[in-house]
């Protein structure tokens, strides 16, 4: 095993550093329902880290901790070497961690150029009455995040919709229009829900090429939930499987694949 | 055919051209490129450095005169200067179809034996590291998107702004060899090779000097007028003979400024930011405009609705005479001025043609209904005929002379002759030197009069003298009873249906016609939408019976007016079968510029053409298909074999007819 400040490089040469979060033994429950049972595992910067497992499995409750959401009852999440305190999700965002939702919350009225400006928030620091007036700093704080959202418009190919309302685009691209907004706040994770739920097959390939490059461009870490067990085992680094909230195999795509207790849990075997 | 180049004022080469428009327009905008949202300007005389720095890099990576330069990408500023720094060090640039797959690169670099390629992407990249191999004299590639390319092994491998920075850097070691190899270009010197994709056999490259595509430069500018300070959108395929005539030959020619849409899908939206003043567009591209603004007609409310019809009708009527300089009523040009302001001006600038003085379409027949609906907005839309080996101008249109059956008269300086079976001959400045490594091909185009063999049947129009295309002159046959057969004028016919994206007839040595059927599914699936028809995919939409329906009631209208053509009232359509697919350059049914490849169609298709023969009903076929990056699939289908009227022909006016 490799220490926790260890890095290496992998097979195609990318650099993967030292754990960046922790989560230790984390615990969530709602009611009686437990959703998470005592699970842990870390992320190493710069990998793309996926957490897979069967319908219920925990998954989204999995990311929901790590984006703040969910406050577990019990364990500890580590950030940057500290641990981190109950917060709410805008504390966390501030932190660097951006996600994307299974079931896109984008804003339908507003253009994509204005929908990705809404992730560039965390950025903008002019006040009320500058933003207002529109002059001096907030103007060109403006000008500025105008640039980065252009760059990642330019990164993520969807020029051709810049000024189009987002309620009219087709679920694809709403997809990385979401994507968009949350590489605009310059995470440094990157949490995706399920990035190719509903997708055909072409814009799977697509959306499996963005998050490639946006990892090989930026360094970005990311963790993703993800169903298609292909794209997974294609994407990522490593792997967590769930099952019934608990945590059954961690580790290579390789490994995860010839682990019994997964193989058990995706063809089904009696649960005692 | 000494052409001298007194006429040019001395100037016999695009790059002695970049160096006069630098000097004398060097404030002026040369280049435009839309990156990052925002139009990204270069001068002439920024252009003159670009193209300068590029050109030392080339020398310095060790480009030879004489060498192949393959270029692969999409209309971007820097390609445009790759071609002409290329030129500038003596070497040939060639342009490819970026969309083409790795194979068909593969054998275009090997034949012209391209030591060097710049393209665009990864993409690119990718496609020519999967046929380098079999490349023997292929070195060095230079992309321009930098993106993913970081883990890529760099040995001959450069960054196109890196090779630009070394030319820069070497300025002084190499200046001087670059002054010296530019005076070298003269009129004879080869200007360009492009491939044409040609619909049998491999491509050809055709090779072109600077005399052909000065002379026919100049000669089509001053033909239209073209001045300094036009606009034009550079969107069409960099490989394809007319982006060139257009984007360097024209554009340096006249100094006039070249615009680089953002991306392909952004074409329309920067198309309305430019408003060109000159403009190019193959027929399909009109179609779609108007095919959209119909659409969207539909949706609109009613008394925009009542407008447009009211108005559009005016101006069908007037329209084109007003444009033509008739005379026309007094009381009609008021209304149609009215309409200017109500309905065509606002059209005109959302469709992005509200500056366009002159305007071309070729390479297909253009529906008169399309035609008909640009000119009666005012838009000055044209017809040219041409092809690569004319350095595009064989016939133009001049103004005021313009129709939707004819292509005009001979282009400046272009001399054109019939042959005795029909087929059309032209010899002119712009005529092409040879095909690259294929003299018999040569010898077979071009005699040694200098007279091309065009491939077509036409006839000039008594009265008006202006050449009329029939068809292919290869495709031209005889049905079984020895009538004449023209596949192409049929096909035409049905293709100017908004419903019908593409149709092939057959018929030669058979005793009837019959039609393979594309739907246009952006039209076809409009109309689904508002009728409340569910389908899941084009193959299922294809086959609905309400389509085939229409489909069959498109083809009667065609055999109702191929009746009353005594000369083709026997081509009418009997049978015909909607294709499951469209069809498509990647599986090599059609050429990249669209045209229909006959033979590979009849072979693919062998089943289906027989179900329309042996009285079938319904035929099931499986086609294989090619996906964009080159793995093969394959669909299966039953398609419904489907009957249409015909009009019988009386013998009596066949009689007459003979």
Redesign the interface.
């Known amino acids: 095993m490799l220490d926790a400040t260890e890095g290496y490089i992998t097979e195609d040469g990318r650099n993967i550093g030292g754990v960046v979060m922790e989560m230790h033994n984390i615990t969530l429950r709602f009611g009686g329902v437990v959703a998470i049972k005592d699970i842990s595992f870390d992320i190493r910067e710069g990998e793309i880290r996926a957490i897979i497992g069967p319908n219920g499995a925990g998954k989204s409750s999995m990311l929901n901790v790590i984006s703040g959401f969910y406050n577990p009852q019990e364990g500890e999440v580590w950030y940057k070497g500290a641990k981190r305190p109950p917060m709410k999700p805008y504390q966390v965002a501030r932190q660097g961690i951006a996600r994307t939702f299974q079931n896109i919350a984008l804003f339908d009225g507003m253009s994509v150029l204005d929908n990705i400006m809404t992730g560039r928030i965390r950025q903008m620091q002019a006040g009320l009455l500058a933003q207002a007036l529109w002059k001096g700093k907030a103007e060109q704080e403006e000008v500025e995040n105008r640039e980065a959202v252009e760059k990642i418009i330019d990164f993520l190919e969807i020029q051709h919709i810049r000024k189009t309302p987002v309620g009219r685009l087709p679920y694809g691209l709403k997809k990385r229009v979401e994507l968009a907004r949350a590489l605009a706040a310059e995470p440094s994770i990157l949490l995706l829900d399920e990035p190719m739920a509903g997708m055909n097959v072409e814009e799977k390939e697509d959306m499996s090429r963005f998050v490639l490059d946006v990892n090989d461009e930026f360094g970005t870490t990311i963790a993703l939930i993800e169903h298609d067990m292909g794209v997974v085992m294609d994407l990522s680094d490593r792997v967590v499987v769930m099952d019934y909230g608990k945590k059954i195999g961690d580790g290579s795509p390789d490994e995860v694949r010839n682990n019994q207790a997964v193989i058990d849990a995706y063809l089904g075997v009696a649960h005692d | 055919m000494a052409q001298s180049s007194q006429a040019t004022g001395g100037l016999e080469s695009v790059p002695a051209l970049l160096q006069r428009n630098a000097s004398e327009f060097g404030g002026k905008p040369a280049y435009r490129e839309k990156?990052?949202?925002?139009w990204q300007c270069w001068t002439w005389s920024e252009t003159e450095k670009e193209i300068e720095s590029l050109a030392l890099g080339f020398i310095n990576l060790g480009v030879q005169e004489g060498d192949f330069i393959a270029i692969i990408g999409r209309n971007r500023p820097c390609f445009y200067w790759t071609i002409v720094a290329a030129q500038s060090v003596g070497a040939i640039p060639v342009p490819l179809y970026q969309d083409a797959a790795a194979e068909e690169m593969a054998f275009v670099m090997d034949h012209c034996g391209a030591r060097f390629a710049v393209v665009e992407d990864q993409e690119q990249v990718d496609k020519v590291i999967e046929i380098q191999e079999r490349l023997h004299q292929f070195e060095h590639m230079i992309y321009v998107d930098p993106?993913?390319m970081?883990?890529y092994d760099h040995h001959k491998l450069h960054r196109f702004v890196d090779i630009q920075e070394q030319g820069r850097a070497a300025y002084y070691e190499f200046i001087e060899d670059l002054t010296a190899r530019r005076g070298k270009l003269d009129y004879d010197s080869v200007c360009v090779m492009l491939y044409t994709s040609g619909t049998t056999g491999n491509p050809k490259g055709v090779v072109l000097s600077n005399r052909n595509i000065i002379e026919a430069s100049r000669s089509s500018a001053e033909f239209d007028n073209l001045q300094q300070g036009e606009e034009v959108l550079a969107y069409l395929p960099m490989a394809w003979v007319g982006d060139f005539i257009f984007s360097i030959g024209q554009a340096y020619w006249c100094g006039f400024c070249v615009n680089c849409p953002?991306?392909a899908?952004?074409m329309q939206?920067d198309l309305r930011e430019i408003g060109p003043t000159y403009y190019f567009a193959p027929p399909r591209v009109f179609e779609n405009q108007l095919t959209n603004v119909m659409i969207r007609m539909e949706d609109a409310g009613r008394l925009k609705k009542w407008l447009f019809d009211t108005f559009m009708a005016h101006a069908r009527k007037v329209g084109p005479d007003i444009l033509d300089g008739k005379s026309v009523s007094a009381w009609d040009r008021l209304k149609y001025t009215i309409g200017s302001f109500l309905v065509y001006g606002p059209l005109k600038d959302t469709l992005g043609l509200g500056r366009v003085r002159v305007g071309y379409t070729a390479g297909e027949a253009i529906g008169p209904e399309i035609f008909d609906f640009y000119r009666s907005l005012g838009i000055n839309l044209k017809q040219l005929y041409g092809q690569t080996e004319a350095s595009v101008f064989i016939t133009l249109q001049p103004d005021g002379e313009v129709r939707s059956d004819t292509v005009g008269v001979a282009a400046p300086g272009v001399e054109i002759r019939i042959s005795e079976d029909g087929e059309v001959f032209y010899r002119g400045p712009g005529t092409f030197e040879y095909y690259y490594k294929n003299a018999e091909s040569t010898k077979k185009t071009k005699d040694e009069n200098g007279w091309v063999a065009t491939g077509d049947a036409g006839f000039f129009e008594e009265g008006s003298g202006h050449l009329r295309i029939i068809d292919r002159a290869k495709d031209v046959g005889k049905m079984a009873d020895g009538k004449l057969f023209a596949p192409k004028y049929v096909e035409n016919k049905l293709k100017f249906f908004p419903n019908i994206l593409e149709a092939v007839v057959f018929g030669n040595n058979r005793s009837e016609c019959t039609a393979f059927i594309n739907i246009d599914l952006n039209a076809v699936g409009n109309w689904a939408e508002r009728n409340n028809i569910g389908y899941a995919s084009y193959q299922e939409l294809a086959g609905h019976p309400r389509v085939l329906e229409t489909m069959r009631e498109h083809v009667e209208d065609v055999n109702r007016s191929l009746a009353e053509d005594p000369m083709l009232s026997h081509c009418q359509v009997h049978r015909f079968a909607v294709l499951h697919k469209e069809l498509d350059a990647d599986d090599g049914e059609i050429t990249r510029t669209r045209k229909v490849r006959r033979g590979v169609v009849a072979d693919k298709y062998e089943d289906i053409i027989a179900a329309l023969y042996d009285g079938s009903e319904e035929v099931s076929t499986t086609t294989e298909v090619t996906y964009e990056d080159g793995r093969k699939g394959a669909i299966s289908a039953t398609l419904k074999v489907c009957d249409a009227q015909v009009v019988p022909v009386g013998p009596a006016r066949q009689e007459a007819a003979e």
């Open positions: 990156e990052f949202g925002i993106r993913g970081r883990k953002e991306s899908d952004t939206t």
